[in-house]
């Protein structure tokens, strides 16, 4: 099956007093063709229900930072958005090797050495042949933990769940993601083998746990090529570091981080794409990041009125491709940063369709951190109304 969703949790840690929330993202199994209708309907239309096509050209010298992303980013609220992000580096993960019979290794790799390997690709980052980004890894020992804990701070990836561990239908692996935010400096408490010990947080919004775990009732290959039905070990781990890192969904369909997998039949990639390099550059960038990039900034209005979560793509005026994407704040205003120099057209799309807020959750909490999905409803201090999905949709385009 192609198209499975690939989903992002987030749990929230304050005041030393850890409190699980949830932040969703998915692919699902139902949208299989998904990927090519969407791609192809970004590249081909010609205006958008919100607002008509800008023509607008970026030089290297265009660089201006805010707190309005493209590339969405996962996102806590401090007095308005903030991306959530390592405080420093390198990040540390390890992994336990155990797999089941539905991880099929024979002629390829370990789990482990394609694990290493969609670590890589994220630490080898280019935009155009320029290395924006300034992120690296280390691998520790491996573990026997095969649960997300969010309390240890370990970054574990798993393989071998406990029955425990839920899959919502059709998503074949999740990232489950902790944060500490507040004015900084915060502090966290980080619990292994029975000792806590206090750590600080000197940002608005650290990460300080995040957990991979792929479902085990999911057939997955580690083999180059991979089986033709299964899905890519490292394509999907790539995916999940992307979130590990501070990445939520994309909506470019060749992006690593749309939320709509495949299987290897169905075309499944490695690599990144420029909206991922980007993405992980802003998070992390390297002392040229905003010499060498511009920024795409503006407002998308409906009937006179900010639209919210608007979907805005920066596309290519040369080639046709989608090169960077986002979404809009509840005014409407949208900032892309780290775009490579260029002439771009700028398309503002429903977030409809196969689209909705719960596709972009970790996004959607730097707006409203106290209700769902960006904390459990059983829990009493989840007492916000959740903000509804955009109306501005009527199902058709123009």
């Not at 096509?53 to 980013?73: D, E, N, T, V």
């Not at 957990?211 to 070990?233: C, K, Q, R």
């Not at 205003?333 to 771009?344: D, F, T």
Request: glycine share 10%.
């Amino acid at each position: 099956m192609a198209g499975a969703p690939v989903e992002s949790r987030k749990s929230k840690v304050e005041s030393r007093k850890p409190t699980c929330s949830g932040s969703h993202g998915w692919l699902a199994f139902n949208f299989q063709f998904s990927i090519f209708s969407i791609f192809n309907f970004q590249l081909m239309c010609s205006a958008a229900l919100l607002c008509a096509i800008l023509i607008l050209s970026l030089g290297s010298g265009l660089s201006k930072l805010g707190r309005l992303f493209g590339y969405s980013p996962e996102q806590d609220d401090v007095n308005g958005p903030v991306a959530a992000m390592w405080q420093a580096t390198p990040i540390h993960w390890r992994i336990n090797p155990s797999v089941r019979t539905n991880v099929h290794t024979t002629g390829g790799d370990t789990v482990g050495a394609a694990v290493g390997k969609a670590f890589s690709t994220w630490q080898s980052s280019q935009v155009n042949g320029q290395t924006l980004t300034n992120v690296s890894f280390t691998k520790d020992a491996n573990t026997s933990l095969t649960d997300p804990d969010f309390t240890n701070c370990l970054n574990t990836v798993s393989f071998v769940p406990s029955s425990a561990v839920a899959f919502p239908t059709g998503t074949i692996a999740f990232a489950d993601i902790a944060t500490d935010s507040g004015t900084p400096p915060t502090t966290y408490d980080c619990t292994q083998n029975g000792v806590t010990t206090t750590h600080t947080c000197n940002l608005e919004s650290c990460i300080v746990d995040a957990d991979i775990v792929l479902n085990p009732s999911v057939d997955f290959s580690t083999t180059t090529p991979p089986v033709a039905g299964d899905f890519d070990v490292q394509a999907t781990a790539t995916h999940e570091i992307g979130h590990f890192l501070g990445l939520d969904h994309s909506g470019i369909a060749n992006a690593i981080m749309y939320p709509f997998g495949d299987t290897v039949s169905a075309g499944a990639s490695r690599v990144l794409a420029i909206d991922d390099a980007v993405g992980v550059a802003f998070l992390y960038p390297s002392n040229n990041f905003a010499s060498a990039t511009g920024t795409i900034s503006g407002q998308v209005t409906l009937s006179g009125s900010g639209a919210f979560a608007a979907h805005v793509i920066a596309i290519d005026a040369a080639s046709g491709n989608a090169v960077v994407d986002g979404l809009t704040d509840t005014s409407g205003n949208y900032s892309l940063v780290g775009v490579p120099p260029g002439s771009y057209n700028v398309l503002a799309l429903p977030l409809a369709g196969i689209y909705d807020l719960s596709h972009f959750g970790g996004w959607y909490c730097g707006f409203s951190p106290n209700s769902p999905p960006c904390c459990d409803p059983a829990d009493n201090t989840c007492t916000g109304t959740q903000i509804p999905d955009p109306t501005n949709y009527t199902g058709k385009f123009f």
